[in-house]
Nanobody, 125 residues
Framework: QVQLEESGGGSVQAGGTLNVSCVVS????????MGWFRQAPGKEREGVAT?????AEYYGDSVKGRFTISRDNNKLYLQMNSLKPEDTAMYYC?????????????????????WGQGTQVTVSS
């Protein structure tokens, strides 16, 4: 079992920066791959970034060069720079026991068995 709890997020103007974090507890073997997903109203859940261990990062095309995922012991982070209104969504922390290759190539949400409750990010123009 893995427990995840997000914090951070909030509201910012376009071009601004926000950070979200996630505390991870429980079975570390089931959290070898960690990721951030987001879901806007009326849209499907979208993969933002994943990380295997403390490296091996994947980024979705829409956030490459602007977002950075990192991991430190029992915390997962997402630094979001140059935010755009289209980044507005509920952001979820997720964990999976999948291997390096699957994690590095942008796994779908269905590969993740553990989810946090989500934290809202709102970017105004």
């Amino acid at each position: 079992q893995v427990q995840l709890e997000e914090s951070g997020g909030g509201s910012v103007q376009a071009g601004g920066t926000l950070n979200v974090s996630c505390v991870v507890s429980g079975d570390s073997y089931s959290a070898s791959c960690m990721g951030w997903f987001r879901q806007a109203p009326g849209k499907e859940r979208e993969g933002v970034a994943t990380i295997y261990g403390a490296s091996a990062e994947y980024y979705g095309d829409s956030v490459k060069g602007r977002f950075t995922i990192s991991r430190d012991n029992n915390k997962l982070y997402l630094q979001m720079n140059s935010l755009k209104p289209e980044d507005t969504a509920m952001y979820y922390c997720a964990a999976s026991g999948i291997g390096w290759y699957d994690c590095y190539t942008g796994p779908p949400a269905a590969k993740f068995g553990y989810w946090g409750q989500g934290t809202q990010v709102t970017v105004s123009s």
